[in-house]
């Protein structure tokens, strides 16, 4: 049990260090195109850093297993949730990221709705699972995150909004994957290896490289932390919806502890929404007086050559070209009478 906790730990601790090796990596390398991905996959692994971090999560992947196989799965899942602390702690210290209260108080509230997930999580026998609802979660799924990662494309989002929507749809992706894969170890244990040769399984692998050039390209678009954070809630937020529509894991062993899980639920919700740092309406309003300010300067001059309207010219319309008419002319007939 010891052994197991230990690896869980090392485990987040790795995949944290794993993402932000990931990040600086994926910004040094040539922009990630979903229309060359082999070119693309040479550029991030041409990448130093993206090698590392590469490497490293597939040790922290292993380590995982290892505590699965030693500790309790609820224990070892409150343990990786409670990872994204770790990520906000080394982000600061040793990568130069650099969070806001409002980060914060984001990153603690998902860590700890998660950790309560998973430390909730009731014991029960393994049961069979549905196929109906595993067709229903995989195709869901994968039509969701197809459709961020071509919104993401098509729509005329700035870089952060595209790479934070990438985001989610990597995410999302590798949760899928994880259901995915839950349900080929299953049917190999009751029918063998043959049992591999499902269409989950290419579910499965489609599902993995998806996500990992939208999860590459939402590195080199949104904001570092942000993107690392949205990515391991949405594949956290889709494994755990997957392990109870498809394998039946139940939400709670009485009222007590289904509300506890669904207030846990939306913590993570609300915890995931206050990470994104709020856009600064009154700089972009500043900014924007500054940037006419600037245009009016930079107008050409009386003396340039060119003669400048003055603003009641620009504006003149042709009734206001009427009624000037109309004052000028009784203008003259006053004086004439005079």
């Not at 170890?185 to 499965?204: D, H, I, N, Y």
């Not at 139940?250 to 856009?279: D, K, N, W």
């Not at 107008?299 to 000028?328: E, F, I």
């Amino acid at each position: 049990m010891l052994v197991g906790l230990v690896l869980a730990v090392a485990s987040a601790l790795g995949t944290s260090a794993a993402f932000l090796f990931k990040q600086r990596g994926a910004v040094a390398a040539p922009a990630v195109d979903g229309r060359h991905p082999l070119r693309s996959a040479v550029g991030l692994f041409r990448s130093k850093w993206w090698t590392i971090g590469w490497l490293l999560a597939l040790g922290a992947w292993l380590l995982h297993v290892g505590a699965l196989a030693l500790a309790p799965l609820s224990i070892v899942q409150a343990v990786l949730s409670g990872g994204l602390v770790f990520l906000a702690i080394l982000a600061e210290r040793c990568f130069g990221f650099h969070l806001g209260r409002r980060q914060w108080i984001g990153l603690v509230m998902t860590a700890a709705g998660l950790v309560v997930v998973g430390l909730t999580s009731a014991k029960h026998s393994v049961g069979r699972s549905s196929l109906a609802a595993l067709i229903a979660v995989e195709c869901g799924v994968l039509a969701c995150g197809g459709g961020l990662v071509l919104g993401s494309v098509k729509l005329d989002n700035t870089h952060r909004d595209e790479g934070m929507m990438l985001a989610v749809a990597a995410g999302a992706l590798f949760g899928v994957s994880d259901v995915a894969i839950k349900y080929l170890t299953r049917s190999t244990g009751e029918g063998g290896v043959l049992a591999l040769v499902s269409p989950w399984l290419v579910a499965a692998l489609l599902a993995m490289v998806v996500a990992f050039f939208a999860s590459a390209r939402s590195l080199q678009l949104g904001p570092g932390l942000v993107v690392i954070a949205l990515t391991s809630v949405a594949a956290n937020v889709v494994a755990i919806s997957g392990g109870i529509l498809v394998f039946h894991d139940p939400i709670g062993s009485g009222p007590t502890q289904i509300v506890e899980r669904l207030l846990a639920f939306c913590f993570v919700v609300v915890g995931a929404g206050l990470m994104p740092a709020p856009r600064r309406a009154k700089r972009d309003r500043r900014t924007a007086r500054i940037r006419r300010h600037g245009a009016g300067r930079s107008a050409p001059a009386r003396g340039s050559g060119q003669a400048r309207p003055s603003p009641a010219a620009v504006q003149r319309t042709p009734a206001d070209a009427a009624v000037l008419a109309a004052n000028l002319s009784g203008g003259v007939a006053s004086r004439d009478s005079a």
